[in-house]
């Protein structure tokens, strides 16, 4: 075994040691394992939201479509931010808010109208629009690192998605939710080390960005162009519909139990300030990254979401090559554990309520969804782009504005929060059909299609039904 192999393993093998740890704390009960006892500090919370958040889709789909799309792409990277703050800002405190006079621990329990009830057609719904795409956004994660695995050590991909799978039960069935949380904690490290380590690399052998931009002109004048070709509504309608992606937070239950763990609403500034203390550099890093990668490895890719484990390969020492690539797939391990957890609290809790109560059931739910993802992953064809921007879109398009109304205390009838689910994922589905999505990210057009059916109902009912 090579010492990439071995540099690689050992983080790895970090990794699950921190998140079996999380034995030593855990209650075996439904609640920990859910939602880590509803108490996780404010510090830990926010570098745990920053790496689920920031996965296998900045690692190898941003990074793929820079190589594509060239500076036109830190449009795509900071609309989402500037989306996501505007969460932050005015929604993760109302929704810790929310739980503390309506405790829940899953996601669709927000969409009824009484999160005590076990069951309802919309807290159903909810679960199976959770259980569809949370499944499909997590199988692109598993991906993403087998793609990774695959190109550093000629690996077989289906072997990259099996180990990712394996070492997510592992600590999962240990600590649930927290053992997801604490290894997030380490992973962000991880992950942002190693963009500084490729950043630093990048420029010793290109030169400062003056000389990059000199570069790129050489290889492609298009790759300077900051708005992309063909955008059929303009530049400002493309920026903001990658805003409308950051927003898109709001219905993605992964990240948004998180923020129910913390232990008090006057808590999420501080994680707040944490997030994006992390988040904007790690975002500007990976753009930028990506295009040194174009000037370094022209000509040498035959996939560019491959760009970074291409890069570590030829660029660094063996041991650092094998951190960078832990980091890769650490990058994934933090979104896909915590889907995984998700989707099993949607079949446990919400699916089939009469199991919700069982501790072991619902870890044996966690054991099955995962071997369904893993399947996912190894038949899925598109990119690990176009799985994540659909699944994300979807969840957000159809669960966030429901969510949103429940969370501002709005009088939401049950048969207008199907309907908003209904016309905004027929909007996310009629936009890209039409061939739009690259010009308006579709989530866009969903959030303002399903809000507008809120506000046409809403004046023809008097009271809650």
């Known amino acids: ?181 604490w290894t997030d904690v380490a992973q962000s490290f991880v992950m942002l080390f190693g963009m500084v380590l490729l950043c630093i690399v990048a420029m010793i052998n290109v030169g400062f960005p003056w000389r990059l931009v000199d570069e790129l002109r050489n290889i492609n004048p298009a790759l300077l162009d900051w708005t992309p070709d063909n955008l059929a509504f303009g530049t400002g309608a493309f920026v903001l519909g990658w805003v409308a992606a950051g927003i898109g937070a709001i219905g993605q239950p992964h990240i948004l139990v998180r923020t129910i763990a913390l232990r008090s609403p006057e808590d999420v500034p501080a994680a707040r300030k944490v997030y994006f203390a992390w988040y904007l550099p790690f975002a500007l890093l990976t753009v930028t990254i990506s295009l040194y990668a174009r000037v370094l490895l022209a000509g040498e890719l035959s996939d560019p979401e491959l760009t970074l484990p291409t890069m570590a390969q030829a660029y660094l020492p063996d041991v650092l090559a094998g951190m960078v690539l832990a980091a890769i797939f650490a990058a994934t391990l933090s979104t896909a554990d915590s889907m995984l957890l998700s989707c099993s609290a949607a079949i446990s809790q919400d699916l089939i309520p009469r199991f919700g109560q069982s501790y072991v059931r619902t870890k044996i739910a966690t054991l099955g969804i995962t071997l369904v993802v893993l399947v996912v992953a190894l038949a899925a064809p598109a990119n690990v782009f176009t799985l994540v921007v659909f699944a994300w879109s979807s969840l957000g398009g159809t669960l966030g504005p429901v969510i949103v109304l429940r969370v501002m205390h709005a009088r939401l009838t049950r048969t207008t929060a199907l309907v908003m689910m209904l016309a905004g994922f027929t909007t996310l589905i009629t936009w890209q059909a039409l061939g739009y999505s690259e010009s308006l990210y579709e989530l866009l057009p969903a959030l303002v299609v399903s809000f507008g059916v809120y506000a046409v109902m809403r004046p023809f009912y008097r009271k809650e039904a």
Not at 18 to 36: F, P, Q
Not at 44 to 67: D, E, H, K, P, R
Not at 74 to 98: K, M, P, Q, S
Request: proline residues 3%; aromatic residues 14%; hydrophobic residues 55%.
């Open 1 to 181: 075994m090579g010492v990439t192999a071995i540099s690689f393993l050992c983080v790895l093998a970090l990794f699950l040691i921190i998140g079996i740890s999380s034995i030593r704390k855990k209650h075996e009960d439904v609640n920990d394992y859910l939602t880590a006892g509803y108490n996780t500090p404010a510090w830990i919370i926010g570098l745990s939201s920053v790496a689920t958040n920031n996965s296998g889709y900045m690692f190898i789909g941003l990074v793929g479509y820079t190589w594509v799309a060239g500076v036109s792409a830190f449009w795509v990277a900071l609309g989402w931010l500037v989306g996501d703050w505007f969460v932050w800002r005015g929604f993760h405190r109302r929704l810790r808010e929310y739980s503390e006079t309506h405790p829940v621990n899953t996601i669709p329990a927000l969409t009824s109208q009484n999160p005590a009830l076990a069951s309802s057609p919309l807290r159903i719904l909810s679960a199976l629009l959770t259980l569809i795409f949370l499944s499909v956004y997590a199988a692109a994660q598993l991906k993403a690192g087998s793609k990774a695995l695959h190109v550093m050590f000629d690996w077989p991909i289906w072997l990259g998605a099996v180990l990712g799978a394996v070492v997510v039960v592992l600590y999962s069935f240990a600590g649930g939710l927290r053992a997801s949380i």
